[in-house]
C-alpha cells in the first residue's frame, strides 16, 4: 500500500492515545471493521506498529489499543515469548510491511509467568512437551528472582515485568534485521504491561520520563 511509513514516536502516541480512549468510562470502539474498510485492505495492509503479546483471552491488543483492521501487526503466545517463530513474524513486520515500533506487551496476573515460578519450585518439569516449552521460555527471565526474599505480590509483579524485558532483549539482540533497523530506520522496540485492574497500558524500556522515545540503538 502507498501509505507512508508511521515513526516510532507518531505510533507510540496512536497507542497510547488509544489505550486512553479504551479505559475512559462508557467510551465505545472507535477502531474502524466495517465492510468499507474490509474494501481497503483486500490490496495490503500497513500497520502502524507491532505487538507481540500473550495469548491472554484478557488482554487483546487490538481492544486494549482501540484500533481497527489493519492498524496492528499483532503475534500472541503465552507468555508473550520471543520464539523463533514470534521473531520472524516481527521481522516480517518490520522489513516487510514498514513498522518502526514493536511492542512486547505483558500483563498482571499472566498465567505463564505462574506456572513457571510454579515449576520452578517444584523443581519438576510440566506436564507436556509444549508447557514445557513456554516455561523454557519465560524461566531465564524469573529464575534469578527466586531467593531474593520478595513476597508473592512483589515477586509476581517483578517476574512479569522482567519477562517483558527479556523478550524485548532477545527481539533486540537475536535478529539481525531488528538491529539493522533499529541503526538505520529509526525502529525501537518497547515494553508495555496492561493491568487487568484498571486497562491501563505502562510503557517502558526505553521510553523516559516525559514520554519521549530514546536514539533507535540505546538499551
Same mark, same amino acid.
Given at each position: 500500500?502507498?501509505?507512508?511509513?508511521?515513526?516510532?514516536? &507518531?505510533?507510540?502516541?496512536?497507542?497510547?492515545?488509544?489505550?486512553?480512549?479504551?479505559?475512559a468510562?462508557?467510551?465505545a *470502539?472507535?477502531?474502524?471493521?466495517?465492510?468499507?474498510?474490509?474494501?481497503?485492505?483486500? &490490496?495490503? &495492509?500497513?500497520?502502524?506498529?507491532?505487538?507481540?503479546?500473550?495469548?491472554?483471552?484478557?488482554?487483546? %491488543?487490538?481492544?486494549?489499543?482501540?484500533?481497527?483492521?489493519?492498524?496492528?501487526?499483532?503475534?500472541?503466545?503465552?507468555?508473550?515469548?520471543?520464539?523463533?517463530?514470534?521473531?520472524?513474524?516481527?521481522?516480517?513486520?518490520?522489513?516487510?510491511l514498514?513498522?518502526?515500533?514493536?511492542?512486547?506487551?505483558?500483563?498482571?496476573?499472566?498465567?505463564?509467568?505462574?506456572?513457571?515460578?510454579?515449576?520452578?519450585?517444584?523443581?519438576?518439569? *510440566? *506436564?507436556?512437551?509444549?508447557?514445557?516449552?513456554?516455561?523454557?521460555?519465560?524461566?531465564?527471565?524469573?529464575?534469578?528472582?527466586?531467593?531474593?526474599?520478595?513476597?508473592?505480590?512483589?515477586?509476581?509483579?517483578?517476574?512479569?515485568?522482567?519477562?517483558?524485558?527479556?523478550?524485548?532483549?532477545?527481539?533486540?539482540?537475536?535478529? %539481525?534485521?531488528?538491529?539493522?533497523?533499529?541503526? &538505520?530506520?529509526?525502529?525501537?522496540?518497547?515494553?508495555?504491561?496492561?493491568?487487568?485492574?484498571?486497562?491501563?497500558?505502562?510503557?517502558?524500556d526505553?521510553?523516559?520520563?516525559?514520554?519521549?522515545?530514546?536514539?533507535?540503538?540505546?538499551?
Amino acid at each position: 500500500m502507498a501509505d507512508a511509513v508511521v515513526e516510532a514516536e &507518531q505510533a507510540l502516541a496512536r497507542l497510547r492515545a488509544g489505550n486512553r480512549r479504551f479505559t475512559a468510562d462508557g467510551a465505545a *470502539p472507535s477502531g474502524r471493521v466495517d465492510a468499507a474498510r474490509r474494501a481497503e485492505l483486500r &490490496q495490503g &495492509q500497513r500497520p502502524f506498529a507491532a505487538v507481540l503479546a500473550c495469548a491472554d483471552s484478557r488482554v487483546p %491488543p487490538e481492544l486494549v489499543f482501540d484500533q481497527g483492521l489493519g492498524e496492528l501487526f499483532v503475534t500472541r503466545v503465552a507468555g508473550n515469548i520471543a520464539t523463533p517463530s514470534q521473531l520472524g513474524s516481527l521481522e516480517f513486520a518490520a522489513e516487510e510491511l514498514g513498522v518502526r515500533l514493536v511492542v512486547v506487551l505483558g500483563h498482571t496476573g499472566c498465567g505463564a509467568v505462574g506456572a513457571t515460578l510454579q515449576a520452578l519450585r517444584a523443581s519438576g518439569p *510440566p *506436564p507436556s512437551e509444549g508447557l514445557r516449552a513456554v516455561v523454557d521460555g519465560v524461566r531465564p527471565a524469573v529464575a534469578p528472582l527466586l531467593g531474593q526474599g520478595l513476597d508473592e505480590a512483589a515477586l509476581r509483579g517483578r517476574a512479569e515485568r522482567e519477562n517483558v524485558r527479556h523478550a524485548c532483549r532477545t527481539l533486540r539482540e537475536g535478529s %539481525p534485521v531488528l538491529a539493522r533497523l533499529r541503526g &538505520q530506520a529509526g525502529l525501537a522496540v518497547l515494553g508495555a504491561t496492561y493491568s487487568l485492574e484498571t486497562g491501563e497500558v505502562a510503557f517502558f524500556d526505553g521510553v523516559t520520563e516525559a514520554g519521549a522515545l530514546p536514539p533507535p540503538a540505546e538499551r
